[in-house]
T-cell receptor, first 116, second 111 residues
Framework: NAGVMQNPRHLVRRRGQEARLRCSPM?????VYWYRQLPEEGLKFMVY????????ESGMPKERFSAEFPKEGPSILRIQQVVRGDSAAYFC??????????????FGPGTRLTVL | QKEVEQNSGPLSVPEGAIASLNCTYS??????FFWYRQYSGKSPELIMS????GDKEDGRFTAQLNKASQYVSLLIRDSQPSDSATYLC???????????FGAGTQVVVTP
């Protein structure tokens, strides 16, 4: 079984540009989560989505950040007008529709965003 | 008070010894508890999950949960150099809710 897929693995943007990060969940998983890990900091929750619905966006910065999980295709985390402080590793995780253990999430390889 | 707290380490453990990692959480509504291993520059890898009080063993790993005291621990027996990594404690309140992570404990296994 393919795991959670993320692309690109590395992304370099200049200040003011847009960054688009993509995530395809594991087969049989319909719940997608985005987390951010700043250098030397812990993992922080950003947003939880199901197909065509944002369930919890309590961790998303109020401006410049948005996320979607369309009916077809991968989940997208979009960062507009990037600033240097956005440089981080962005991880996507997915969770199965039927859970063996409540809350289990499986992580993708991450996208390392560098803002110049 | 942080929602999930761990000792940052580094925790230095001789090869073959037992590594003991602790985690406390503040929300009594938490239902599921996880340990992830993260190698430098890599993504978190789920190694243990537990949601009932007591011990759960899986190979060289044992997770312990005490909801009354609001702590969860991880024991790594017969530690190997390949166990050198940061171990993240994570807590969930519901079936598909977000995970709250601790800052992680760095473990260094010395030959």
């Amino acid at each position: 079984n393919a795991g959670v897929m993320q692309n690109p693995r590395h992304l370099v943007r200049r200040r003011g540009q847009e960054a688009r990060l993509r995530c395809s969940p594991m087969k049989g998983h319909s719940h997608v989560y985005w987390y951010r890990q700043l250098p030397e900091e812990g993992l922080k929750f950003m947003v939880y989505l199901q197909k065509e619905n944002i369930i919890d966006e309590s961790g998303m910065p109020k401006e410049r950040f948005s996320a979607e999980f369309p009916k077809e295709g991968p989940s997208i985390l979009r960062i507009q007008q990037v600033v240097r402080g956005d440089s981080a590793a962005y991880f996507c995780a997915s969770s199965p529709s039927i859970q063996r253990v409540f809350g289990e999430q499986f992580f993708g390889p991450g996208t390392r965003l560098t803002v110049l | 008070q942080k929602e999930v707290e761990q000792n940052s380490g580094p925790l230095s453990v001789p090869e073959g010894a037992i590594a003991s990692l602790n985690c406390t959480y503040s929300d009594r509504g938490s239902q599921s508890f996880f340990w992830y291993r993260q190698y430098s520059g890599k993504s978190p890898e789920l190694i243990m999950s537990i949601y009932s009080n007591g011990d759960k063993e899986d190979g060289r790993f044992t997770a312990q949960l005490n909801k009354a005291s609001q702590y969860v621990s991880l024991l790594i027996r017969d530690s190997q150099p390949s166990d050198s990594a940061t171990y993240l404690c994570a807590v969930s309140k519901g079936s598909w809710g977000k995970l709250q992570f601790g800052a992680g404990t760095q473990v260094v296994v010395t030959p």
